[in-house]
Every structure is written in C-alpha cells, then in structure tokens.
C-alpha cells in the first residue's frame, strides 16, 4: 500500500448516502449490497481506489479483503483511473466477422494509444471486451453506458470528433 | 404462426404501462393471481412443455415443482438477464422492448413457487435495458401490479434490480447467486441445488429472461395453445438470434423446430456477399459447430443434442467460405479462458492452454503434434469440472478440429494462416 493512497479519503456525496440507504433495503443481507456500492462509489470517484475500497467495507461491516476480492473479479470494476471516455471495443466472434479488428487497429492509430491505455489528456481509454450482448448489429462499442452498433469508420470519427467537442 | 414474445414488437413506445395495458398486458393476472393456486399454474406450465430459454432447456414446470412447498420458508426468484453467451442477444432486446411483459411473467412466476422477493439479476453492462426496467418495475408499484396485495389478490411481491459488475459466468444460476449474495461470481457445487439451498440458503428459483416472457401467454391462454407450436417435447416459439456472415442479422421468433436452412437462408436472408457457408454455431459460444450438410437439421433442444450440438440460447452464428477455422477457435477460446472463474483445476488449466496452443497454430508455429495436443486437452477437461462452462469451451475447440481438420493441418503445413494469405491478396 503506497502513503499517497492511504492520506486520501473518500466518502460518498449526500445523494449516493440516500441511494445507498434504499440499496440496502433491497437486501435481507448487508453483503449484497456490495456490487451496488462498488458501482456507486465509482462512479463518484472515477475507479476504485485503496481508500474507496476501504470505505464501502466500512459502510458495510466487511473486510478490505472482501471488497477487494469482488473489486478485482468483475471486469467493470477499475483499480486504476481510465480516461473521461472508456471505449470498449468488443472483439468477440460476430463482431469479428464484422471487421472489429481492423476497427480496432483504426481507434489505436486514430487515438495514438494501445489497448488499455489512456490518452495524454486523460480524454479516451481503449479496452477490447468480449461480447456486449448486441452481435446483431456488429460490430459494436459501448463508451460510457452507451451502445454504439453498426459501427464503420466514419461513425466512429463523427463519434470521437462529438466527444471531442464536449 | 402465433408470435407470443414479439406480437407487439412494432407498437411504439410498448415500455409505456399505458401503452402496455391498452395491449392487453397485465390480464394474465386476473386468471393466474385469482382464478389459479399455484399449483394449477405450475400445472399449466408443466403441460405446456416449456423449457428453459437460458441454454439448458430443462423443463420450467418441473423445476418449479422441486421449490419446495409451504407458507412458512422464505423463498426467492431470480430472473438471470446476464446475458453474456457470445452471439445472443434476446433477453437485452425484450428487455428494453417490453420490460412489461418480463414483470408480468415474473408476478406469475414468483406467486407459483410463493416468493416474495424476486430479484432481476442483469448483466452489469446493460445500462439501458437497467434504466427501462428500472423505469417499469416503479410504474407497475405504482400501479398496485407489485407490492403488497396485488391487483387484490392477497398476494405480496417486490422485484429488484441487481446489476451485476462484468463476468459471462455470473450467468450461472450458482455463481449468479453468489454474486447476488456480495461475493465473487464462482459456482457452487451441486447438489445441494438451489430449489433448496439457493440464494442466502433459501429454495430459489433461476429462470432465464425469455422463459418468464413466455408465462403470461401460457397462463393466459392454456397449455394446448402453447403446445401447438413447436415440436413434441420441444413446444413453443423461440427467439433466434441470427449474426455473422449473413444479410439480415436481428431477432427472429419463430417455433421450436424449423429446419436451420430455413432461418439461413429465408430468414436471415442468405450468405453476405454472394459466398457459400462454410460453418454456423447454432447456440451461442458453447454449442459445437454444423457443417453445411447438417443444415437441415430441426433447431430444437432434442435434434440439436442428437447431432453433438446444442440449441442453448440460440445464438446462431454463421460463418461463410472465406473464414478460417482455427481463428474462430481461436476467437472463442480466449473467451473462454478469460472468463473461466478459476474454481476448477482442468477448466482454469485447460482454458489457458487450449488458448496458448491456438495462438502458436494461427501465428503459424504450430506442428501436427500441437493439434493431437489441443484434442487431449479438451478432452481431459469435458465432464470434470463444476460448471458447464468448461464443456462449452471445449465445443468450439473439438468440433472446429472434428469438422475443419484441413484448416488444422494447413496451418501447419503452410507455417501460417492461409486465409489471411489469400485475403492478403485480395
Ligand atoms: C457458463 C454459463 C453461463 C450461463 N449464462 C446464462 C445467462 O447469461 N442467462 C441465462 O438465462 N442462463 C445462463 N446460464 C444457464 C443458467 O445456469 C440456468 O440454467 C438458467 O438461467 C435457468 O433458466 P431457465 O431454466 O429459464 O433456462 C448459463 C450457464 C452456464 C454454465
Ligand atoms: S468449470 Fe470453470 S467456470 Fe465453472 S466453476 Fe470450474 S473453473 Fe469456474
Ligand atoms: S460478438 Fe460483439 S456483441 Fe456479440
């Protein structure tokens, strides 16, 4: 565990308070909210850091360990900052007959990073994911919450060129 | 044919309870909640001949039947919308296309094994589909169509949403109620099964998206008018879903049973691009490959089982003539490895060499033994692991080899990929 980390604290806005209260009622058992908080808590904080971990044990009587553990077994959940915008290009079977590789290749040379990476200006993550749910309308990234299917070249420059702008 | 899950697929604006209703929705409520005890409807369900739209096709009435019986034990239903099988995509677009009639189908299902609580388990990256649900279970409270004594049948309900967080094997109905319970998303050994020992130890149910769908309509208008589509022992309609390397990808309801040349080439309008087909995954991810000569074959659970395949979710993935086989299983292995949860020695094992020797055959540094390797491989996990996951990632792999063994032995004889060599040049 690095100092840095440890000095900043994290606690969630008033909103998410009353949300969280309400998650709880959902549950006969404290534990499950844990994926809801998880969610919660990045998307106020951005990922999911050691203090952020640290305190949705806290909030719900569990071990760091047992936050940590479901923090870095589903895929949504990052441990490290991503860029304002995460793109999630799908590479899965139906996508890939549908051109997602060459798509792919065109965001990394369009956006200057790899896989994984962010941009310079903390603008654009890239990730490839495994089926989105959505192989009808392939190939198909989702940024953010949002699906974009059918996707070609130029929608993506129109997309990027939007986000851009924002 | 009668369409029971897209009837009213072209009214716009269907996520509208008013919209909704005006259609007819709800009305199986009135029946199923005053004229029926549970038991009749689970009666109807098993008579019906439904079975699990999930993959499995187990028979939804009898695993209702298994919940064990009483007032006095708290019981749960689970609705698995963690859809995440490699081309399927059903259960997102009834979701977000009719969201009424799943909370209708889960009002039935929950008042037939007597839960309270049901929770709708979605897949983590379904923002949308959440959104609308989320939209349509608080006008249905507000409607008095959930909550305490609904539509003045004595009976209490309340549905939740959980999202889930990223893990195809959430979908499992164990890890699924793990991940519901707070923990990590790895599947529980069976027995004990979870119609007695599920969520928080209670008797719960798991049932897929579109088999809830299906229950208003079988509640509504009885078993023989279910059982009038479809096949013997494979009753019903079901939704396609049709991608790949044809004209017209999308949903497709249409009964269990039609002939696969049918939705190929009727349906889904034939082969892109002119081209011949080469192979189609007729189940999503996990189902093994057919071969063109087996494109007559009937899409149900039981010819599809009979010819080493599966219907699953009917996730039918086509692929034409200029597709190369290993880099399908490849594709598809390194699904299967990345999401293997881990619990099990031969699946977690097994995942990553099945991947790592596909990776060395499409990159061209493969040698015939490498194939012998990858067939033992697979071979020593199938049927030695807790979940179905692994059986599901060594399908693509055998039948790839079974079927397409000149893809195989190219590779090795050409130290390459010989479709990338000819696409090159094209
Ligand atoms: C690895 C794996 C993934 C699965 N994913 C799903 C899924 O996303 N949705 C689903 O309904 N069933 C899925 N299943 C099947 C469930 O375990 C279960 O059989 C099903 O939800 C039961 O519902 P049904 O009887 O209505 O089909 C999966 C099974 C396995 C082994
Ligand atoms: S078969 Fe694979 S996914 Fe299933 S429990 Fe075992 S390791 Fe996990
Ligand atoms: S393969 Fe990309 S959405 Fe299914």
Redesign the pocket.
């Known amino acids: 565990m690095r100092e840095d980390t440890l000095k900043m604290d994290f606690a969630f806005s008033e909103e998410a308070k009353r949300e969280i209260k309400e998650i709880m009622g959902h549950y006969p058992e404290k534990r499950s909210a844990l994926i809801p908080l998880l969610h919660l808590a990045q998307k106020e904080n951005g990922y999911l850091s050691e203090p952020v971990m640290r305190h949705v044990a806290e909030v719900l009587d569990l071990t760091p360990i047992q936050v940590y553990e479901v923090a870095t077994f589903y895929s949504m959940f990052h441990l490290k900052p991503v860029g304002k915008y995460l793109i999630q290009v799908c590479h899965n079977l139906s996508c890939s007959l549908m051109g997602a590789d060459s798509l792919i290749d065109y965001l990394k040379e369009k956006l200057g990073i790899d896989i994984g990476e962010t941009t310079p200006d903390n603008m654009f993550t890239i990730k490839t994911v495994e089926c989105l749910a959505s192989c009808g309308t392939a190939p198909v990234m989702q940024v953010n919450d949002d699906y974009h299917e059918n996707l070609t070249k130029e929608k993506v420059d129109a997309l990027i060129e939007r986000l851009r702008s924002n | 044919m009668e369409l029971i899950l897209f009837k009213d697929r072209s009214v716009p604006d269907l996520k509208d309870i008013d919209v909704y209703i005006g259609r007819g929705g709800y009305q199986s409520l009135d029946k199923g909640l005053r004229l029926l005890k549970p038991d009749e409807i689970i009666d109807i369900v098993k008579r019906s001949g439904l079975?699990?739209?999930?993959?499995?096709?187990?028979p939804?009435g009898a695993?209702w039947d298994f919940i064990p019986k009483g007032k006095g034990i708290r019981k749960y239903l689970c609705c698995?919308?963690?859809?995440?099988?490699p081309g399927?995509f059903k259960?997102r677009e009834l979701m977000e296309f009719n969201p009424h009639l799943l909370i209708e189908g889960i009002i039935l299902a929950s008042y037939a094994i007597g839960a309270a609580v049901s929770y709708i388990y979605i897949?983590g990256e379904l923002v949308y589909a959440f959104r609308i649900l989320e939209k349509a279970i608080r006008e249905a409270y507000k409607r008095g169509l959930l909550g305490k004594d609904i539509r003045s049948s004595g009976f209490d309900l309340d549905v939740f949403i959980h999202r889930g967080a990223g893990a195809?094997?959430?979908?499992?109905?164990?890890?699924?109620i793990e991940s519901l319970e707070g923990k990590r998303g790895m599947?529980r050994v069976k027995p004990p099964f979870p119609a007695f020992y599920g969520l928080y130890g209670k008797p719960t149910m798991?049932?897929?998206?579109?088999?809830?769908c299906n229950i208003p309509y079988v509640v509504t208008n009885g078993h023989e008018r279910f059982a009038s589509q479809g096949r013997p022992r494979n009753t019903g309609t079901k939704i396609y879903c049709m991608s790949g390397d044809i004209n017209n990808p999308g949903n497709y309801e249409l009964p269990l049973g039609i002939p696969l040349r049918h939705l190929i080439y009727d349906v889904a309008g034939g082969i892109r691009n002119g081209r011949a087909l080469k192979a189609v995954i007729p189940g999503g991810a996990?189902a093994a490959m057919l071969t063109p000569d087996q494109v007559d074959i009937l899409m149900d659970f039981d010819s599809l089982a009979a010819a080493g395949s599966m219907l699953g979710?009917a996730g039918v993935i086509v692929m034409d003539e200029t597709r190369c086989m290993v880099k399908v299983a490849l594709t598809l292995s390194r699904f299967f490895f990345h999401?293997s949860c881990g619990k099990c020695t031969p699946c977690r094992e097994g995942t990553f060499w099945m991947h790592e020797i596909l990776k060395k055959l499409e990159a061209g540094a493969g040698k015939d033994e490498d194939v012998d390797l990858l067939l033992d491989v697979a071979n020593n996990i199938g049927g030695r692991t807790i979940?179905?996951?692994a059986d599901?990632a060594i399908a693509p792999v055998i039948s790839s080899i079974r079927h397409f063994g000149e893809d195989y032995r190219l590779h090795v004889k050409e130290a390459g990929c010989p479709y990338d060599r000819i696409m090159a040049r094209a």
């Open positions: 079975r699990g739209r999930g993959g499995a096709g187990f939804t695993k698995n919308a963690d859809e995440s099988e399927s259960d897949r195809y094997i959430c979908g499992e109905e164990t890890a699924l599947p798991v049932n897929n998206v579109e088999t809830l996990s979710t999401e979940c179905a996951l599901g």
